[in-house]
């Protein structure tokens, strides 16, 4: 079955670490989403990708990085410059550039504890 | 500008109970709307969507009709069940301020807990 695929479900980060989330789709999807989830609150746009090799940033970029090499695979790097990086994180991907009348498929999440 | 505005949770009602939430937009011209279910530590999965005005979409016994002239896009289900205990977004898919392609705008989410 087609779907998304985001590793690990939980990840526990030491200050001043780096980590990397991954996510891999293998719908064919061009574009891919990475969102942010706090408690209580809706989704945040961090980085977004409509094609390999290219990617932009969203609403809340900073203290994040992301690539995209490969087609299936946009991973988010969650860097030391992200202060408050405790969340839960999303990754979505969409045939084309934005959601369209299909919307977006979603991963199961991963959910980021600094310790 | 786009946006979606929800019902505030969290929501609590008995089983079998009548559901609404309350959604509405603003958008530039011809949104797609959707409604999105999050069930505890999951992603979120589709539920529902319109695609044009008056467009009603529906699956697993909730509806949602798509209304330009009031705006909105509310959820309903004649009778809960404990299973549909989860956190609803409301989102739309609309052009960018800039017109440079689709975007989604989403809803703070409405939690619902469904006792028996």
């Known amino acids: 079955d087609g779907g998304i695929t985001q590793s690990p479900k939980y990840l526990f980060r030491k200050e001043g670490q780096n980590v990397t989330l991954s996510c891999e789709q293998n719908?064919?999807?061009?574009?891919m989403y990475w969102y942010r989830q706090d408690p209580g609150q809706g989704l945040r746009l961090i980085y977004y990708?409509?094609?390999?090799?290219?990617?932009q940033k969203g609403d809340i970029a900073e203290g994040y990085s992301v690539s995209r090499e490969k087609k299936e695979s946009f991973p988010l790097t969650v860097t030391s410059a992200q202060k408050n990086p405790t969340a839960f994180y999303l990754c979505a991907s969409s045939a084309r550039a934005g959601p369209g009348n299909y919307g977006y498929t979603f991963g199961s999440g991963t959910r980021l504890t600094v310790v | 500008g786009n946006s979606v505005t929800q019902m505030e949770g969290p929501v609590t009602l008995s089983e079998e109970a009548f559901l609404t939430i309350n959604c509405t937009y603003t958008a530039t011209g011809y949104p797609s709307l959707f409604w999105y279910v999050q069930y505890p530590g999951e992603g979120l999965q589709l539920l529902l969507k319109?695609?044009?005005?008056?467009d009603k979409g529906s699956n697993k016994g909730f509806e949602a009709t798509y209304r330009k002239e009031t705006t909105s896009f509310h959820l309903e289900k004649g009778s809960v069940q404990v299973s549909d205990s989860a956190v609803y977004f409301c989102a739309l898919s609309a052009r960018t301020r800039t017109n440079t392609g689709n975007q989604f705008y989403f809803g703070t989410g409405t939690s619902l807990t469904v006792i028996p």
């Open positions: 719908l064919n999807h061009d574009a």
């Open positions: 990708s409509q094609i390999v090799n290219d990617f």
């Open positions: 319109a695609t044009k005005a008056d």
